[in-house]
């Protein structure tokens, strides 16, 4: 349902941050997977940052890790990597990302 924002249960809302990169996924996903409109994504988008813990503005330059091994790999180590710099911990649907956290 477009607006509606449902965050992994049992993690407090403002544990979550977006970034740039994280965001365009979303937009991306939401397009490709979902069908939704580009208008409902961004109000999707609009609501989750709302209830979302901060937005991480400044990101490093790409420093890939070795298991970035493949093309698939290499935004999972960057949102890693900016995690990192940020102080935080990249939470991630996906398996097999050192340093991150499965929800």
Not at 34 to 63: I, S, Y
Request: glycine content about 8%; hydrophobic content about 45%; overall charge negative.
């Amino acid at each position: 349902m477009p607006g509606e924002v449902n965050f992994p249960e049992g993690r407090p809302v403002d544990e979550f941050a977006t970034c740039a990169h994280t965001e365009l996924g979303f937009i991306r996903i939401s397009l490709q997977v979902f069908g939704d409109t580009l208008a409902e994504a961004q109000t999707q988008l609009a609501a989750m940052k709302r209830e979302a813990g901060g937005f991480v503005a400044e990101a490093p330059p790409p420093k890939l890790p070795a298991w970035a091994t493949t093309a698939a790999k290499t935004s999972d180590a960057y949102l890693s990597q900016v995690a990192a710099a940020a102080g935080l911990t990249l939470a991630t649907f996906d398996r097999g990302i050192p340093g991150s956290v499965l929800i």
